[in-house]
């Protein structure tokens, strides 16, 4: 059976589903950060005191640069397939999941060393939802680099059979991507430097 | 979005680099902001319209906001309305404790 608009936008929607369907997705998972964002602010709220720059700064500046680079990266193979210049979309494509594997080597490094000098979830309030945020990005990078890694590889080949279906797909692959990223983008002030 | 001309595509991607570099920007200073030792409320308030202003970008540009269908508006205003009861709601309850 052959899914409905895919390249055609729906009328109704004015848009192909999957773009429709990866919003509402991303509104679910803007709940799902919104609850600890919330417990963040209870859980600051009621302490009677919060550590201040105990995390490592510029190593999370690094990866705050790293993130927002593959987010221009991943749009910029969205736009190159759109140029139907393939080659570039396999250039920066590959830039972005490499960018991925970056911050994931940070954020190893980061971890390791917490969880060396005794930094573990039980040690502190703070500890507790930094590790349970950062750690849930993180997850949502993996899963993210996943999908990426499948249209750099054995699913570009829709490219020379669908190419409009495809380019579809690396816009909605890059809404999630954006969405890490601005994730990210707030995280990074909370957790590090406030 | 809708584009079609490889020539709109490309004044897009000039877009894409000022944001880029606006982003890169923003984050340098906000780091720098926070070594000033602010007390609590002025840093929570310029780390926040930071980061506002810097998920502005990234959701009006990279994630095509600024042009989208009304749909997509509908279905992210319901979701802001609810990502404030989420936020606020505990913290008027811890009020009414505190009171």
């Given amino acids: 059976m ?16 999957a773009k429709l369907g990866i919003w509402l ?43 927002i680079t593959s987010s221009i990266t991943m749009v910029m193979s969205w736009a190159s397939l759109m140029m139907k ?11 972005t999941i490499l960018l991925g594997f970056v911050f ?20 502190s309030t703070f500890f507790a939802i930094y590790f349970t945020m950062t750690g849930l990005h993180m997850l949502h990078v993996i899963g993210g680099m996943i999908v990426n890694s499948y249209f750099w590889g054995p699913g570009s080949k829709m490219w020379k059979t669908e190419p409009e279906r495809f380019t579809n797909r690396i816009e909605v692959a890059g809404l999630y991507w954006h969405f890490v990223d601005l994730v990210w983008i707030f995280l990074f002030p909370v957790l590090y430097l406030l | 979005m809708e584009l079609t001309h490889a020539e709109d595509i490309k004044k897009h991607v000039r877009v ?4 880029f570099v606006t982003l890169l920007a923003l984050t340098i200073i906000t780091v720098t902001i926070s070594y000033f030792n602010l007390s609590v409320v002025p840093a929570i308030i310029a780390a926040l319209i930071i980061a506002s202003v810097k998920g502005s970008l990234v959701a009006s540009y990279f994630m095509h906001l600024i042009s989208e269908k009304k749909i997509i508006y509908a279905a992210l205003s319901l979701t802001v309305v609810f990502f404030l009861v989420l936020i606020f709601v505990p913290l008027l309850a811890m009020s009414d404790r505190i009171h």
């Avoid at chain 1, 509104?27 to 550590?51: C, D, K, N, Q």
């Fill in chain 1, 25 to 67: 997705f991303l509104a679910s998972e803007v709940m799902l950060f919104g609850a600890l964002f919330s417990s963040y602010i209870l859980l600051r709220v009621g302490a009677v005191e919060w550590p201040h720059h105990v995390l490592d700064v510029p190593l999370a500046t690094v990866n705050t640069a790293v993130l």
């Fill in chain 1, 2 to 17: 052959e899914i409905p608009y895919t390249i055609k936008a729906r009328p109704d929607t004015g848009l192909i589903n």
């Fill in chain 2, 16 to 19: 894409y680099i000022t944001v």
């Fill in chain 1, 104 to 123: 994931l080597t940070i954020k190893y490094f980061e971890y390791s060393h917490h969880i060396q000098i005794g930094e573990i979830p039980s040690k």
């Fill in chain 1, 85 to 95: 210049d393939f080659k570039k979309y396999k250039i920066y494509m590959g830039a």
